[in-house]
């Protein structure tokens, strides 16, 4: 077992009177892919934008590589190497696909650009032949002259994922990836998270689609009404009994 490198410790958030995560506590082992399930509204989201410091937990903390994030504002936790990928693409729209992988590389975390002229021109050449490389690995290599907005809704997914991998992020955050993807994109995009998974990155993944969590998750997590309910390997939680009723008798 490797070291264990993501940590939430008693995570509470409430919202007004709900309490969406109650007492949440979970640890992610490094370079595994960590899935977390649940019914709609069972706090999956919640979750993920308290790791990255969108949502201030009311009580709790995370902990990631030996720091702590909570508390500390999303570009500070970007850069302590925490990436994410959203449920609806963020990307600029108006422009190549080469230039939105090159954007993050050349900009600081926060967005803004901190170069002089110079330093620019001469860092452009390397974080373009990386880029290139990027858009190979995902699939869009030969469109990377098109201008973002004129891709499929998977592609820019795809093309997200592809402005998070040039940081070379050591946690991905992923918020269902293939939502609204045909099966044809599903099976690309998981096949496309494999080989991320062999580069060593510790990912945790929000999912619907059993069939991408049984296909990549090492650990699943299940949450129900904002707390967690089971956890253990993929086919120990599908075989769990309070899974099945927190399915069949979920908030849906
Ligand atoms: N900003 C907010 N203000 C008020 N209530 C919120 C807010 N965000 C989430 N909630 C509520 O908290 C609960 C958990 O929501 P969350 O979006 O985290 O669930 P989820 O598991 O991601 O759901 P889904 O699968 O439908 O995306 C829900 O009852 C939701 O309505």
Known sequence: MGDLVLHLDNINKSF?????????????EEGTT???????GAGKS??????????????????????VLTGRQPHEIAQLGVARVFQTPEIFQEMTLLENV?????SHR???????????????????EEAEHILEDVGLKDMMMVEAAS???GDKRRLELGMCLILRPRLL?????TAGMARHDTNQTIELLKKIKSRGMTKVIIEHDMHVVFSLADKVSVLARGQI?????????????????AYLGGTT
Do not use: W, Y
């Open 173 to 177: 955050l992923l918020d269902e990836p």
């Open 110 to 128: 926060d967005g803004a650009f901190r170069l002089n002229a110079t330093e620019l021109l001469s860092k452009q050449g390397e974080v373009r």
């Open 46 to 67: 919640t979750l993920l934008n308290v790791c990255i410091g969108r949502l201030k937990p009311d009580t709790g903390k995370v902990t990631f590589a030996g720091e």
């Open 102 to 106: 090159m954007i993050p590389a050349l």
């Open 34 to 40: 960590h899935a977390i399930i649940g019914p709609n």
């Open 229 to 245: 309910i089971a956890g253990g390997d993929p086919q120990s939680v599908r075989e769990d009994p309070k899974v099945k009723e």
């Open 16 to 28: 007004g009177g709900l309490s969406a995560l109650s007492d949440v506590n979970l640890h992610v």
């Open 151 to 153: 891709l499929s809704r």
